[in-house]
């Protein structure tokens, strides 16, 4: 009776998502009472809205199926802080072109990273972490001799600071990408092409459906939103510093898996793996509160992911 | 006393019955041919011997005593060695390895004996050599052959088997002249041996030239046993189609002369590709042309082919005068083309996903759209759907929601939506009931007399003969003959699919 209430609640992973939040800020006020006050919750939001964007590039990825994965968006983020901290460096007239810049190679990793997965079919697994790798050397090369830049004022500002009713510019971004996300998956020919795939890809394939150039196009949207998610790094930490991305690549997978999309792809949503991004923050910041350090951090978030795909794994199943 | 006799053997599967009765006595030191059409019920008969399945009733009897075959284990140690004809070779592994591979010999309790293991190996490869061509040797890893000398790894695994019992299920389906004459040799060998043996193939002359007696098997009942010698192929033919034969029931004559004056829509010429070579025919406005002849002699490679989802090696396509070389099945969807699979799971089916989203994607492609409005494309939706009379709840449940007949009808509804010139049907039946078929079909001879070019590749005989105007029969990947008017009887189908290529 019990198993059958738990695989029914399982089925809702966004009310799971939901009421775990809700739980974890009950126990975290609990163990130090003003966690869950509105100035912690909306600091949390502003570092939930940072894994929020990573992890939608992510979703897109995982939700096209194939062992759809990108585990580059840590480098990619990592990079774009330090392209965008270079090109600002603290002028508000860099951030144009730090924009453009930092989405141009967000784009650019990205469509390397499709090009070896669908070309030269490379698994994304393997392709990503190649890629993770060079991104890594890179960081290493032009960290040598070249100052790292500072953040724009307004960039700060726009990240840091209320900007409309209280909430900081990020997370009314944050928001805006969650309906641009809805809409692009439910309400265009695109969107019901990764669903497609992902669930399918011969019959997508025979329906018609490039599926190669969806494909493609998924890595550089990944590379894209780890590229804007690095602009705003920097606006919140101010300036940049080597591997800020790298915190990013696990979290970010365990968020589209806690939102309820399968590592298989094909079902799920952004919605949920919005969610999934603010219970993992509230999680983080709980463990920080119980002083676990960063390396205890990471056994949980690992533990975490592993949990999740005994009851979400099972996807794949149906596939069969 | 026969060696092996199966009585009364009969096997469901749900609703579907494979075998009703199935009857086989084997003597030893015989060639037993079983011969039957598709889904005549023969497979299951050798699966049942080979333990695979479990009969629901019926008995099994070696050397007169009934045995319970519970599994593959318990026949080899029953004595009975079998050929599959789906390839069940280790891919990585060496010929000699995957010789021995059911009976591995071992020193020391755990350690493989090499030594052993090659001279046993090279016991069977000796009967195949200077026919297995080149690069086949004992010690070359299985993935590195070609599809026939695969078939002889499989063949000399049976053999290797060294048991009273063998059956072969299609071991020529793959091999050339030469190495079909050496397993002959070879059988006639084991034959003054005393060995029981079941051969299963589609060919006549094959059959004629090794069997010594025939069991026909059809619609899941033996339905007589005879001595090679005492009858001839077209007896046999006769015994597989059994009383229902006699005209297939006639459509209106007029089109004949319809499909001589009227527009020809599609026109291939010299098509070779894997698995077919030369493969030429036109199909009208209005016309079903079927393709007919046993599983898998080139039917659905053709068909892919044209839909841009198979390889073409030479030949044109002609799609209304102009030439269609679809690269992708893209291409060939944006020109007109629409191909439904009958492997739906595969091939059409989008899993998990709302019933609208798999009756869509075609209207979307063919209308460059890029904003989906679900609720705009509502009506179509709903219109192509009921031309099938598909049953659904919302065209928002998902498609898994539905049995098999309905999925098939909302994959073939994607194509309803803006109607297509030429369809083309690959077994488009395999597997939904019968209520879904005879939709299936007032559907397709609607859409033909619309205007449509349908193309009907169809296992199921009686499909063909009461659908298509026109009948080619495909045999070891050419046409071998056309059917027309009169002509499209049982008998002249099977004759032709089972005549020597």
Redesign the interface.
Known sequence: MSGNMLLEMVRKPLVVAIALIVVLLFLGEALSPGFASVQQILRLLIVAALLGIVAAGQNLVILGGREGIDLSVGGVVSLSAIVAGNLMSGMDSGIPLAILACVATGAFFGLLNGLGVTLLRIPPLVMTLGMLGVLQGLLVVIRQGIPSGRAAPALSEFVTRPFLLGLPGIIWLWIAIGLVMAFIL????????I??IG??E?????????VKRVRIALFMLSGIFAAIAGICLLGYSGSSFANVGEQYMLPSIIAVVFGGTPLAG??GGYTGTMAGAVLLVILQSILTTVNIDESGRQMVFGATLLVLMLFYGRGRA??A | MPKLKLSGVSKAYGATVALRRGDLEIESGEVHVLIGSNGSGKSTLCKIVAGSVRPDSGEVLLDGKPVAVSGPQASRALGIGIFYQELSLAAHRTVAENICLPDMPVSAGVFVDKVTLEERAARYVRLFEDVAGEGFSADAPVNSLRADQRQLVEIMKALASEAPVLIFDEPTSALDRAQVDRFFEILRDLKKEARAMVFISHRMDEIFAIGDRVTVIRDGETVGTSRIAETDPAAVVRLMVGEQDELAPQTPEPEQARTTTREVLLSVSGLSGPGFVNIGFEVARGEILGFGGLHGQGQSSVLRAIFGAGLVSAGEIMLKGERLAARTPRDAIRRGVAYVSGDRGRDGVIQGRPIIENVTPIHYLRNRLTIARPSALRDKALRALEALHTKFATLSHPINSLSGGNQQKVVIARWLIDRPDILLLDDPTKGIDLSAKADLFALIRKLAEEGMGIVLYSSEDAELLNNADRILVFNGGSVTRELTGADRTRYNLYHAAYEAA
């Not at chain 1, 439910?186 to 092409?193: Q, S």
């Not at chain 1, 011969?202 to 490039?210: D, F, I, L, S, T």
């Open positions: 439910h309400r265009t020919v695109f969107g019901h092409r669903y497609a669930s399918n011969q019959a997508a394939y025979m329906a018609g459906v490039p094909g079902k149906m596939r």
